[in-house]
């Protein structure tokens, strides 16, 4: 059983300016929860007991203070007769814990950054769960992104990647995922139409097995990217490690893909989200 989750929510959001000039991009509201809650919710649901998450080093943080308890709060519901909306007032499950690392936004940048930092700092040696913190995939009457992700892992050696249908047309935008019986033979950044190996994109949703963790660590440590050159890109260290024999499967999902980096996926997803509640 995989107990364990690390989420990167640092950066400045800079597709998001100006609102991310004062809210955080992973805490923008998608219905009544904040962008990361959607993952955090799911990842609890899986199993998950432990989570680490990587916050920029700019105080206050939003993230900490959304998921701290809130006494001030909790009386005032009391005190009114709202008991019935504690729960709501209650993020986070008292055997789950969130571990804070700070990131500092004029470092090194790149989704691989913070996997390490976490890595690094917790000497994380077991299967670990990743998501961004900026994105999820809905499908609230179905099977999670965890459960798919789980499923398709057979053993702690593996690694898994999430693989979500897109139409083909719309392949350009993203990193495509080249799979062979069902392993991840490569990703293909941005192809045109004709030459991409598949309707599968990559979304940042992973499996990550003990050797592709020390991979990440590794890449991290060897390379020294300046803030002009190209990012500490994660797909860098998975494509190393599947070209030196390690297993990484591909776990198709039902559900719709959320992303709240743009704001026309961000108001999508409040629509998708808020229909559904009514």
């Known amino acids: 059983m995989i107990t364990k989750a690390i989420i990167p929510v640092a950066g400045w959001g800079t597709r998001r300016l100006p609102i991310t ?7 923008l509201p998608v219905g009544n929860r904040p962008l990361v809650d959607y993952s955090v919710q799911e990842l609890i649901k899986a199993g998950v007991k432990d989570i680490y ?24 519901l009391i005190d009114r007769g ?27 940048y790149g989704t691989a950054i913070p996997i390490a930092m976490a890595v690094e700092e917790y000497n994380i040696n077991e299967p670990v769960l990743v998501f961004m913190g900026d994105d999820f995939i809905w499908n609230p009457e179905g099977e999670s992104a965890s459960d798919s992700l789980i499923a398709a892992m057979q053993n702690d050696d593996e690694s898994v990647i999430l693989g979500v249908e897109v139409p083909r047309k719309q392949v350009e935008k993203y990193g ?14 941005k192809p045109s139409i004709d030459e991409a ?3 599968l994109i990559n979304v940042s949703k992973y499996i990550m097995s003990p050797e592709l963790l020390q991979e990440i660590v590794r ?25 030196k024999g390690g297993v990484m499967r591909v776990a198709p999902v039902a559900g719709e893909y959320l992303d709240g980096g743009s704001v026309e996926g961000w108001l999508h997803a409040n629509n998708v989200v808020c229909n559904y509640q009514k």
């Open 219 to 243: 890449y991290t440590k060897e390379n020294n990217f300046g803030p002009k050159d190209q990012e500490y890109v994660v797909t860098d260290p998975i494509d190393s490690y599947i070209k």
């Open 82 to 108: 709202k008991e019935d909306r504690l729960q709501l007032a209650h993020t986070l499950p008292d055997d789950v814990k969130i571990h804070y690392i700070q990131q500092d936004p004029a470092g090194k």
């Open 21 to 27: 000039k004062i809210i955080e991009k992973s805490m």
């Open 197 to 199: 190996p598949s309707n």
């Open 176 to 189: 495509v995922l080249s799979a062979e019986d069902g392993r991840l033979t490569g990703v293909v950044e």
């Open 53 to 76: 998450m990587i916050i920029s080093n700019v105080e206050p943080c939003q993230v900490k203070a959304f998921y701290q308890k809130n006494a001030a709060l909790d009386q005032y």
